[in-house]
């Protein structure tokens, strides 16, 4: 704990980086429900790159960088003249203590007038859960404070359903190999529409990532999904906040 507190006081960061920003949109609306913020080189690498300097020992402070450069790089894109939140990605394994652990982050809208209610920070089931019971206590320290949590990559990590039914975050991200080609797949569809329902009677919110094609897009809008992320609609924008296309607007401009 005491490593932690000693890394909230600290204002050394070594990570030379800028973020990405990909729309979440609300297929009912048409409009930008959230914009997540990836992290990218300095120059526009690559997240690989990026990630693979990340050490146990560096962690921590990855993690607050780059909480700081989404914050700041989203509200120099624009995102203060819009009403979507920003989805941020953090490692709990580099959260120590919540409340202190925090204090940057806060800081942070603070200086840029960021409005706090309107962060999303989700973590990847990737990222191997060494004590379930801490990112719990995350995930009920953030909500408590006015913070909406997400699970990234639901499907695809170490945990699943088990992760689940621990604790529950506001949204489920589903992974991109759980609704690629589900216009055709039986079994996707039947994952995917079993998920929801769990989803619904815990009061969870959906989310599709990696959508492709506007066969995706129309099979999970039949089955109920109103939130989706992916190159049908917008690319990563660097340090940037791409517009959006609509499926029907693109197959227009095409025709």
Do not use: W
């Given at each position: 704990?005491?490593?932690?507190?000693?890394?909230?006081?600290?204002?050394?960061?070594?990570?030379?980086?800028?973020?990405?920003?990909?729309?979440?949109?609300?297929?009912?609306?048409?409009?930008?429900?959230?914009?997540?913020?990836?992290?990218?080189?300095?120059?526009?690498?690559?997240?690989?790159?990026?990630?693979?300097?990340?050490?146990?020992?560096?962690?921590?402070?990855?993690?607050?960088?780059?909480?700081?450069?989404?914050?700041?790089?989203?509200?120099?894109?624009?995102?203060?003249?819009?009403?979507a939140r920003l989805?941020?990605?953090?490692?709990?394994?580099?959260?120590?203590?919540?409340?202190?652990?925090?204090?940057?982050?806060?800081?942070?809208?603070?200086?840029?007038?960021?409005?706090?209610?309107?962060?999303?920070?989700?973590?990847?089931?990737?990222?191997?859960?060494?004590?379930?019971?801490?990112?719990?206590?995350?995930?009920?320290?953030?909500?408590?404070?006015?913070?909406?949590?997400?699970?990234?990559?639901?499907?695809?990590?170490?945990?699943?359903?088990?992760?689940?039914?621990?604790?529950?975050?506001?949204?489920?991200?589903?992974?991109?190999?759980?609704?690629?080609?589900?216009?055709?797949?039986?079994?996707?569809?039947?994952?995917?529409?079993?998920?929801?329902?769990?989803?619904?009677?815990?009061?969870?919110?959906?989310?599709?990532?990696?959508?492709?094609?506007?066969?995706?897009?129309?099979?999970?809008?039949?089955?109920?999904v109103r939130y989706?992320?992916?190159?049908?609609?917008?690319?990563?924008?660097?340090?940037?906040?791409?517009?959006?296309?609509?499926?029907?607007?693109?197959?227009?401009?095409?025709?």
């Amino acid at each position: 704990m005491q490593r932690g507190c000693q890394g909230c006081r600290s204002q050394d960061h070594d990570f030379d980086i800028a973020m990405a920003f990909q729309p979440i949109v609300d297929i009912q609306t048409g409009r930008t429900f959230a914009f997540e913020a990836l992290v990218r080189g300095s120059n526009g690498e690559g997240a690989d790159e990026v990630l693979s300097r990340v050490t146990p020992e560096n962690r921590y402070a990855f993690d607050q960088r780059c909480r700081v450069a989404a914050i700041e790089g989203a509200v120099a894109a624009g995102i203060l003249a819009t009403d979507a939140r920003l989805s941020i990605n953090f490692l709990p394994n580099a959260v120590y203590s919540p409340a202190a652990c925090i204090q940057l982050t806060l800081k942070t809208a603070r200086a840029t007038s960021f409005p706090i209610e309107r962060l999303i920070f989700e973590f990847t089931e990737n990222e191997e859960m060494t004590d379930t019971d801490h990112v719990k206590n995350i995930v009920e320290s953030y909500r408590k404070m006015g913070f909406a949590t997400a699970i990234d990559d639901f499907g695809a990590g170490h945990a699943g359903l088990g992760l689940l039914a621990k604790f529950q975050t506001d949204y489920i991200k589903l992974d991109m190999e759980l609704v690629r080609g589900i216009e055709t797949s039986l079994p996707r569809r039947m994952i995917v529409e079993g998920v929801i329902r769990i989803a619904d009677s815990l009061g969870i919110t959906i989310i599709a990532e990696g959508i492709e094609t506007k066969a995706e897009h129309d099979a999970l809008r039949a089955i109920g999904v109103r939130y989706i992320q992916g190159y049908l609609f917008a690319r990563p924008g660097f340090k940037c906040l791409p517009e959006i296309l609509l499926p029907d607007e693109r197959y227009a401009a095409v025709a």
